[in-house]
């Protein structure tokens, strides 16, 4: 009995947690020994950020119970958890612009000298943990111009300041480079090492067996298992997740590059602070052929796309051509009426208006493109009827198109989009982050989607911060650094480590 | 020539100093508003309404001070039912700030005739704050004309100043509030009740606003008329957002819309057309407006593509 109690420092008992219809954690009993990296995995609506939620006190749950170091919690408040040592480090950074580093990691729990913040020892706190887990970190710049991989330690940091003994750590590979990852796995083994328990939870199944200890698989809100890495393999774990068969490799069509179909000469576009953010892009892309940017976020991937689909203006000088004809400068509308597909890497905030219904969105953009014969009404029947299409073939589980796209998972938003651009007939498309966030059932899904409409002979233009992803479904690929674009070689030329290297300003020799 | 000599007068550099009086009270409340991220157009009215009240406490208890303690009682009041409406009532905050205006300047009007029934009220018996004779401060020559013979709300200003910047910038409830503005989630998560925090800013600023009300009616000459304020309660808004809720810049700036406020005294004296001089601290407004955003203008050429 004792020695149970020091093995597992976090045990759930049957926690459910029901949302209508929905069973979002069904009689969950997980049990994570102390010391140890605990992954937990599964597809998106699984269930997993539920139960972080729980663990967290965020979301309250219909039943069940959670032990924390023997002990039965009842927590009152979301601050209950911090201050039992529950840290949550979340997938979107939980950090406030025009605060330096070391005010955002210790607002809310400054240390207090009569009615004043106690800077010195607040300070020396901060340096100490950051000596302890070694983490070297700008203290008193502002956050705003710190790249992710640093965000990302401040967020662990603050954690730890916090007192946390459990981190639960929400995607935190999500956004980071192969080296920033290598970092993030580094700092997580001394955590562990010192004591700390991590709960890592993750869709990207090669990550889970570089540092998991345990593994424990989410479907459809139960607990399918906990597992030792040695015990499964990423084929297995994939099929526990989703309870089939998962192609995890992309299948390339063998396809003939035919006319160009885009091409750039001296792009360079400046932001609105007047940055050069695109800087001599010259690259090409034919007819059949997918063409993908790899590089960390905020290289310039963005303004290269939104130069491409007109929404920033380039420099004087920079030259696009769309099949022979020069369009630089054109509005998005006249690009959408050349048949240039775009999906943003925001799919909520530019991809799709939230507010509006799912066959309003499923036309977005294409109001006025054939098919829907608008003279100054829309044709009802016929925009549902192309929902319905798109529904169908991208398998975007929806109850009724009249409901608000809002009410749809991430995921299926994606599959809609995504739907909507391939349904058109489009030329050449732009993508960005087409799988981001979303689960490996639809991963597959949109690959196979997209390297069909590519071999059907549209141009692709595909800017992901998957490395992976670029790798597997691009003919050509380019990374994109510090607003450069350098040539990252054909499919399958270069290693994902070269690639990693191309993509932090290294040179592959 | 007189102009020129006007504008460094003592005469105006006093009345700047007076003037910004309205401006700093309600800004060392307002600032923390600005800081949680809560715009509030209706300054305007809260400093209106308890200019009345501060009269009206005034008139009824013979007190200067308890006049005062109704401005600020008012004031807290008006802030309390504004963030009802906001907070919880989802009410949006544009359109209830225009309607607490409208209502102010249209409440005080109806107030002013139902009780002194007369639309100007001077000599209605209300008690006002007397300027103190500070002992030291008489004598030194220049600053002595601009700093001495003030009521104790024109010292009080720059001093809540110094005490916001002070709380804003070293205390705990400072960084707490600065989070909450830059952002609600990440507040949530360190602990921090946006809520809670929005309401301190809330109420705060409405007292702070029944300070500066208080000087409108009660300072020297205790007096009301309709639509007294003229626009004040705007120009603290402008000065908070100016300075990003800092109260330090934010002092500045109320001392150059006071500035522009005394010239305006001070120049309508000579034979020129008043409303033209009227228009100053205005302009002033904009203009300091248009230049800390000048910046952002040149954004504009990105639309041009399109």
């Known amino acids: 009995m004792e020695n149970e109690r020091q093995d597992y420092v976090l045990e759930t008992r049957n926690i459910c947690k029901n949302y209508a219809l929905l069973k979002a954690n069904d009689h969950i009993s997980l049990k994570v020994r102390r010391n140890t990296i605990h992954a937990i995995v599964g597809e998106n609506g699984a269930g997993k950020s539920t139960l972080m939620g729980i663990l967290t006190n965020v979301v309250k749950p219909d039943m069940g119970d959670i032990i924390l170091d023997g002990e039965k919690m009842n927590f009152k408040n979301p601050m209950d958890a911090a201050h039992h040592g529950i840290g949550m480090i979340y997938q979107e950074f939980m950090l406030a612009p025009r605060f330096t580093v070391f005010e955002n990691i210790i607002v809310g729990f400054e240390e207090k000298k009569g009615v004043f913040v106690d800077r010195k020892k607040c300070r020396e706190r901060v340096e100490a943990i950051c000596e302890r887990y070694h983490f070297a970190l700008p203290l008193d710049e502002l956050i705003d111009e710190l790249p992710v991989s640093v965000l990302q330690q401040i967020e662990i940091v603050k954690v730890l300041y916090r007192g946390a003994d459990l981190i639960i750590m929400d995607e935190p590979t999500s956004t980071l480079t192969p080296q920033g990852i290598e970092g993030l796995f580094d700092a997580m083994r001394v955590l562990k090492e010192s004591g700390k328990t991590i709960l890592f939870i993750t869709h990207k199944l090669g990550e889970v067996f570089r540092v998991s200890d345990e593994i424990s698989v989410l479907r459809d809100g139960k607990l399918v298992g906990t597992y030792q890495p040695q015990e499964v393999d990423q084929q297995k774990l994939a099929n526990l997740m989703v309870g089939r068969e998962v192609i995890l490799q992309a299948h390339k069509l063998p396809v003939s590059a035919g006319q160009p179909v885009l091409e750039v000469k001296d792009l360079r576009v400046r932001d609105a602070d007047g940055i050069e953010r695109v800087k001599d892009a010259n690259f090409e892309i034919r007819a059949g052929e997918i063409v993908g940017i790899a590089g960390v976020a905020g290289s310039g991937q ?43 890497q925001d799919r909520i905030g530019m991809g799709c208006n939230v507010a509006a219904s799912i066959w309003e969105n499923a036309i977005m953009g294409y109001h006025r493109a054939t098919g829907f014969h608008p003279k100054w009404l829309i044709p009802r029947r016929q925009a549902q009827e192309f929902t319905s299409r798109v529904v169908r073939d991208f398998d975007v589980k929806v109850q009724n198109l009249e409901n608000h796209i809002g009410s749809l998972s991430g995921g299926n938003i994606q599959k809609l989009i995504v739907g909507r651009e391939f349904s058109q007939n489009n030329r050449l498309l732009l993508i960005e982050d087409p799988t981001r966030g979303i689960d490996v059932g639809a991963i597959e899904y949109i690959w196979e989607k997209l390297i069909r409409f590519a071999s059907e002979g549209a141009a692709v233009l595909l800017v992901s911060h998957d490395l992976n992803e670029v790798m597997q479904l691009s003919d050509r690929i380019l990374v994109m650094y510090d607003g450069r674009l350098r040539d990252g070689g054909g499919h399958g030329e270069l290693t994902e480590e070269q690639i990693g290297l191309l993509m932090m300003g290294g040179e592959v020799g | ?119 100007g009220a001077t000599n209605v018996g209300a008690v006002s704050f007397s300027p103190i004779d500070v002992p030291i401060l008489r004598d030194i020559p220049y600053l002595g004309k601009i700093f001495n013979q003030q009521t104790i709300l024109v010292y009080l200003g720059p001093l ?89 810049k934010a002092m500045l700036c109320g001392f150059i819309f006071a500035y522009c406020d005394a010239l305006t005294l001070t120049w309508s004296g000579f034979d020129v057309y008043s409303q033209v001089i009227s228009m100053l601290p205005y302009l002033a407004v904009l203009l300091v407006l248009f230049l800390t955003h000048l910046k952002n203008i040149k954004s504009f050429g990105r639309f041009e593509a399109s």
């Open chain 2, 1 to 119: 020539m007189e102009y020129i000599q006007a504008m460094y007068s003592t005469i105006t550099l006093s009345a700047t100093f007076r003037l910004s009086a309205p401006l700093l009270l309600g800004l060392a409340g307002y600032c923390f508003s600005n800081k949680a991220g809560i715009m509030n157009i209706a300054l305007e009215s809260f400093m209106m309404i308890s200019a009345f009240f501060a009269l009206l406490g005034s008139y009824l208890f013979h007190s200067a001070f308890i006049g005062a303690l109704f401005g600020v009682v008012a004031g807290t009041v008006l802030s309390f039912l504004y963030g009802v409406l906001v907070f919880h009532a989802g009410a949006n905050g544009l359109i209830t700030g225009v309607g607490f205006n409208l209502s102010g300047w249209g409440l005080t009007t109806m107030l002013l005739v139902a009780i002194f029934h007369t639309r």
């Open chain 1, 302 to 344: 963005q303004h290269l796309v939104e130069a491409l689909f007109g929404l920033a203006k380039p420099e004087a000088g920079s030259v696009i051509r769309y099949l022979g004809d020069e369009v630089t400068g054109k509005s998005p509308r006249a690009h959408r009426a050349d048949r240039v597909g775009y999906v943003p």
């Open chain 2, 160 to 248: 809540l100043m110094l005490i916001a910047w002070v709380v804003m910038y070293k205390t705990p409830f400072g960084v707490r509030i600065r989070a909450v503005g830059l952002n609600r989630r990440a507040a949530e998560t360190a602990g921090v009740s946006v809520m809670k925090y929005s309401w301190i800013a809330m109420l705060l600023s409405g007292a702070c606003m029944g300070l500066s009300g208080t000087f409108i009616s009660l300072n020297s000459l205790a007096m009301f008329s309709e639509n007294m304020t003229g626009g004040r309660g705007f120009m603290v808004l402008a000065s908070a957002m100016v300075a990003g809720g800092n109260p330090l």
